[in-house]
């Protein structure tokens, strides 16, 4: 019993010497499940935006109903699909000449200005905000006005790279953003996004990343809002030398732009730039695909242009992939060798313990001879202990027997991988990884502890479904010696009751294995709170 718990330690100890997961490495797993599930998220932008369509389609003869709704589909599309946006924008030019309104001329120009000015068309950008009379325009929408001026002159001070007349255009950007402010609710997103756009221009960066702070309790606050600001904070931090939060917010940013469905997006492209300068080659690689399909889908040209220079720098660098690949592997082969070199050691403890306990019933045998009144209650122990030699004994031949087939296949494993690295034959050595079947090895070794806890345990499974009712004993099929459900119970028999233990030692997650303790513990006749220690209770041979 003490091996199989030092046999199940050692297992255990493989894949518990790692650091404790960071924010970022949490972030990082959502981020891939996110990216995982986008066409759903999509779907749902797709949706809406059917239902819009169609009801644009059914008022054809309302020109003010389907200038309401042509607004209302602009907005899906806007950080969604560049040509469409720009279709309805111009749908909305045209609804708004047929009804003769200058309010609504002035709105459709704004919608049509904001996403000229996503695409990069900078010209044509300032030549349709030159068109507009702010005065006609309500309250938010001058706000909007302003805000977006001041976007404008940043990004072309940003895409120019010019050291003469970018100080001019962010001294614009700066003044539209205050007059921005004044249209602005004190303590609203929007007033709240623009301070953030300014502590940048001014150099208050410390406002600024405080400012995120405030923006991110706010209630009601969108996926898309939440993106915004998580980027412009990332992009802040990134200028006060703090690398680590900057990467946590672009993550951050990069799931609420996937979770929102919006394209028109920087965040994944800098993601895959902070992979690639921290050595993370295969998320670089990941994030810049993706980031590249969003804005080919999107179709903005600034932003393909800016991913263009770093794909191609992390598209050459993926022979570096391959290079990791085939040290991870040499790494994992010796892992392989050093545990299988553990167990060997461990059997030969395990050979020690039998020398001692053969000394133990020699031992018992003499006082047999002295103690004949109690001849009976002694020849009846020394079977029991017999009984329980033997099973120790083929326990050590079949695990014995067991390591020297593994140790082989290692022997043969480096081998083969001397052979196929010597040639630098990387797809070979890749042939040989994914020859591991880790799931086989895995369930052999389970095969293994069921037979080896059921000689030494031969009672378990009948003291065990004694705590059930007739309907609700556990069934053991024909194929296999111990069911999931018995086999977490097994381990706790041999001491092992940390749930996060049990979940690394047979490859679950912690919630499938609370799941399962608490479905056989709801089942049982016994108490949930005694279960375990009745468990503990079953007596071995």
Not at 385 to 393: D, P, T
Request: proline share 2%; with cysteine; glycine share 4%.
């Amino acid at each position: 019993m003490k091996f199989l718990f030092l046999l199940w330690g050692l297992l255990l100890s493989a894949g518990a010497c790692r650091a404790a997961a960071s924010p970022a490495d949490s972030l990082l797993a959502e981020l891939k499940r996110a990216l995982a599930q986008k066409k759903q998220y999509d779907a749902q932008r797709w949706n809406r935006i059917a239902v819009l369509t169609a009801a644009y389609g059914a008022n054809a003869g309302n020109d003010n109903a389907r200038f309401d709704l042509g607004l209302r589909i602009y907005d899906e599309y806007k950080a969604f699909k560049y040509d469409s946006a720009f279709v309805y924008s111009r749908k909305l030019v045209q609804l708004a000449g047929r009804l003769g309104s200058p309010e609504k001329q002035e709105v459709a120009n704004l919608r049509l200005a904001f996403i000229l000015l996503s695409s990069g068309m900078f010209k044509e950008t300032f030549e349709t905000l030159d068109q507009i009379n702010p005065a006609r325009l309500s309250r938010p929408d001058q706000l909007d006005f302003y805000f977006l001026k001041a976007r404008a002159y940043h990004d072309l001070g940003a895409f120019n790279q010019d050291q003469v007349y970018r100080p001019r255009y962010y001294a614009q950007a700066l003044a539209y953003a205050d007059t921005a402010l004044q249209f602005s609710r004190p303590g609203s997103y929007d007033q709240l996004s623009i301070r953030q756009f300014r502590a940048i221009k001014t150099g208050q960066l410390r406002e600024g990343a405080a400012l995120y702070e405030q923006i991110r309790r706010l209630p009601r606050l969108s996926l898309h809002q939440l993106a915004v600001s998580a980027s412009t904070a990332a992009y802040i931090c990134a200028l006060l030398g703090q690398d680590d939060r900057a990467f946590e917010l672009l993550l951050t940013s990069a799931i609420a732009d996937v979770k929102s469905a919006t394209k028109e997006t920087v965040a994944i492209y800098q993601l895959s730039d902070y992979c690639y300068r921290r050595g993370d080659l295969e998320n670089a690689y990941a994030f810049i695909r993706e980031a590249r399909a969003q804005a080919a889908f999107y179709k903005a040209r600034q932003r393909q242009i800016e991913i263009s220079h770093i794909s191609s720098v992390i598209e050459g660098q993926k022979i570096t992939i391959i290079e990791q690949q085939r040290k991870a592997l040499k790494t994992y082969a010796i892992g392989l060798t050093l545990l299988a070199l553990g167990i060997v050691g461990f059997a030969v403890i395990v050979f020690k313990q039998l020398r001692r306990l053969q000394k133990a019933d020699r031992l018992i045998s003499a006082a047999n001879q002295e103690l004949l009144e109690r001849n009976a209650e002694l020849q009846q122990l020394n079977r029991g202990l017999n009984e329980a030699n033997k099973i120790k004994e083929e326990y050590v031949g079949y695990y014995f027997h067991n390591n020297s087939q593994y140790i082989d296949k290692l022997e043969a494993l480096k081998k083969a991988l001397d052979t196929q690295l010597a040639g630098k034959n990387y797809a070979g050595v890749q042939k040989l990884a994914d020859s591991l079947n880790i799931k086989k090895e895995r369930n052999e070794l389970f095969r293994g502890f069921d037979t080896v806890f059921l000689r030494l345990f031969p009672n378990f499974i009948g003291q065990f479904n004694a705590l059930f009712r007739e309907e609700d004993r556990v069934p053991l099929p024909d194929d296999q010696l111990l069911t999931t459900e018995l086999r977490i119970f097994a381990l706790i028999r041999l001491g092992i009751v940390d749930s996060e233990q049990i979940s690394r030692l047979l490859g679950y997650s912690i919630n499938t294995i609370y799941t399962y303790k608490t479905r056989v513990k709801n089942r049982s006749i016994v108490p949930n709170e005694e279960f375990e220690e009745r468990v503990q209770a079953i007596q071995a041979v």
